[in-house]
């Protein structure tokens, strides 16, 4: 009888072998597989946390980007108020109640209406002249009285940032508002707002509201770098934190100051590792930076990670299938958690792009199509419906900066660098011609994930208007400078400026140019016989009557000074200067004005000295200087030979060149 078939011992070992062997390359695959799945999903939601940092970052530094560039705006108002400046003028000159109440209720209205903590008149010399409860007296602190002086020199509102003074018991930020009766300094208008009521709440509000975040505006000073704001986490205690730059090594503050920008990791002043962003504010010394501990940030997405790990490990053991089907189960609750969480930050967005009329919006490359919020939808005027695509944008733009504005987004977009830029828009339905701002940023999770932009976009047509009514106002007092307020005709200034240009024009084109200087005969006998009153009417008339002869574009007629009148004739040789200049004597001879106290006519007469050179015959930066001295020798020829007289610079004139 056969005895039956029996496997070898050392069979049945290297399949047990071979069998522990498959166990642990399964389980080996599945700890590898749900490790890359776990570093993937943590990074993906790494980036979004990063983004909405980010997204509470860029508007919070929207907020104060226009809280500064509002103050500014309004003391920029305060210096162009005419009537206002007329106001202080009057009181200054004769101090009366009803003149000081007047101006105590206009400081009124600017503390209760535009909430300032207090604002101030003060003279040139920086001495306090009147508040809002009435006369006060003082010294304009030093920064304060260094900004006046840069204010009045520059006719221009000037910033004095956030700082701190034993006169005031909290932070406070000031500007100096000039003030100008014509071209004279009047003084200026200190105002001061208390940081605690106005700019220390914009940093405060926080959509997840984790107890671990908090917003800081620091500045760089030195070799240090300060908070200018106040520090939640900090606790009890009080006054501004300052780290030195050297030994602050990884402390957010100090790597912002030294220009790190954008998301980073740090360890902040409590040795807490934190993530922040940094930003710098526009036309300003400080810097905004937010953050948030790491380990509050991403506590709860790490514990569902580990969790649903470990459940993937249980039932993997007992069975493949149960645990594939639990972990889809698992990853779906997490996604649909990550969706609640992500739509209550987009409506706390959207309720923050509402009060601060910003827009929030991605761009992705790959479908070409923006997802918006309700503001920026609002903003292009485009239905509640959260997108746009590429091709409906382009028809927006303005005709006249579409290709500029293509070329700028495109460079961005090329160059992966952060985008800011202002275009004109033609709002979608009723193609109102808008002012945009846009700000963004690029960023690629990975090569195989598409290119995004995130960015805001505001409404700026109301400051645009603005910004514009103020270059008309700052051209309107350029002109203003260089006209002569009695005569209304071209000053001294304009007149050296004309000769300058009109100078280097005549080398560069061969052609002469010709100086008419002119004097009023015996004008202090004129003011003597009838008045300083008559005397300027006399000059105003005598302006009028030669300005009206000067149709030639570029010829100029200014007052040199008193009783002195120049006109400069671009492209004029001397008979054509003499023919000018005898046409503008007969016309005043013509007025018939009487002139009692001259010694040559019974009239008002001329006396005027003409000469015309050939600027290429004169290099140098100085040879101008030349047309001036031979016209004035030459008017002086004219008055040392009887006045009332034309005389051409020659021969006759040296000697008066050179005494």
């Known amino acids: 009888m056969k005895a039956p078939d029996t496997m070898p011992p050392h069979h049945a070992r290297s399949r047990a072998w071979l069998l522990l062997l498959l166990v642990a390359l399964l389980l080996g695959g599945m700890a590898w597989g749900l490790s890359h799945v776990y570093q993937e999903r943590e990074q993906r939601y790494r980036h979004q946390i990063e983004g909405s940092l980010q997204a509470v970052n860029q508007l919070q530094l929207r907020a104060v980007t226009d809280w500064r ?314 239905p509640d419906e959260g997108r746009m695509s590429l091709r409906q944008w382009m028809t927006m733009l303005h005709p006249d900066e579409s290709v500029q504005t293509l070329r700028i987004h495109g460079q961005a977009m090329m160059e992966r660098t952060p985008l800011r830029t202002q275009y004109r828009i033609l709002r979608h339905g009723d193609r109102q011609e808008r002012w945009v701002e846009v700000w963004g940023e690029y960023s690629q999770a990975s090569e195989n994930e598409p290119l995004l932009m995130t960015g805001t976009v505001q409404d700026i047509t109301e400051r645009k208007h603005t910004e514009q009514q103020l270059a008309r106002y700052r051209v309107a007092l350029e002109a203003q400078v260089r006209l002569d307020p009695l005569t209304q005709v071209a000053n001294r200034l304009a007149l050296h400026e004309a000769v300058t240009q009109e100078w280097s024009r005549a080398q560069r084109e061969g052609q002469p140019l010709a100086l008419v200087m002119i004097d009023v005969d015996h004008f202090k006998a004129y003011n003597d016989s009838y008045g300083h009153v008559a005397g300027d009417q006399c000059l105003q008339q005598v302006a009028t009557a030669m300005s009206a002869l000067l149709g030639r574009a570029g010829d100029l007629l200014a007052r040199y000074g008193g009783e002195e009148f120049a006109v400069l004739l671009p492209g004029a040789d001397a008979p054509a200067a003499m023919a000018v200049a005898l046409r503008l004597q007969d016309a005043v001879r013509q007025l018939a004005l009487p002139h009692r106290g001259s010694a040559c006519c019974d009239s008002v007469t001329l006396s005027m000295g003409v000469t015309s050179l050939q600027a290429a015959h004169y290099p140098g930066a100085d040879a101008a200087q030349a047309l001036f001295q031979q016209a004035d020798a030459a008017l002086y020829t004219a008055k040392q030979t009887g006045r009332n007289r034309v005389v051409l610079f020659g021969a006759d004139c040296m000697q008066a060149l050179h005494s």
């Not at 009766?181 to 009521?197: K, Y």
């Not at 459940?311 to 609640?340: H, M, P, Y």
Request: proline letters at 5%.
């Open 69 to 382: 560039a509002r103050r500014m705006a309004e003391a920029a108002a305060l210096t162009q108020d005419s009537l206002f400046a007329r106001a202080v003028a009057q009181w200054r000159g004769a101090p009366s109640s009803p003149q000081q109440a007047a101006l105590r209720e206009r400081l009124t209205i600017l503390m209760e209406q535009v909430r300032y903590t207090a604002a101030y008149l003060v003279d040139a010399q920086g001495r306090l002249l009147l508040d809002a409860q009435g006369a006060v007296t003082g010294q304009l602190p030093e920064p304060e009285q260094q900004a006046l002086q840069l204010a009045l020199a520059q006719a221009r509102p000037v910033v004095v940032e956030l700082r701190r003074d034993p006169a005031f018991a909290f932070a406070f930020y000031g500007l100096i508002a000039p003030l100008f009766d014509g071209t004279r300094a009047l003084g200026a208008v200190w105002l001061l707002v208390d940081a605690r009521a106005t700019l220390y709440p914009l940093l405060e509000t926080w959509p997840n509201h984790s107890p671990t975040a908090e917003s800081v505006l620091v500045q760089r000073s030195g070799d240090e770098v300060v908070s200018l704001s106040p520090l939640p986490l900090r606790g009890s205690e009080s006054g501004a934190l300052r780290l030195p730059l050297v030994q602050g090594g990884r402390d957010p503050m100090a790597m912002a100051a030294t220009g790190v920008r954008g998301a980073f990791y740090a360890h902040d002043y409590r040795g807490q590792e934190v993530l922040a962003v940094a930003s710098a504010v526009a036309d300003s010394p400080w810097l905004l930076l937010s953050k948030v501990d790491v380990g509050d940030a991403f506590t709860d997405a790490q514990r569902r990670e580990w969790l649903g790990l470990s459940l993937f490990v249980s039932l993997g053991l007992l069975s493949l299938g149960l645990v594939v089907l639990l972990w889809q189960w698992r990853a779906w609750r997490r996604e649909r958690a990550l969706k609640r969480e992500l739509e209550r930050n987009l409506r706390w967005l959207d309720n923050a792009q509402k009060a601060a009329t910003v827009g929030y919006f991605t761009y992705e490359t790959r479908s070409e199509a923006f997802v918006m919020s309700r503001m920026a939808s609002a903003i292009f005027g485009l």
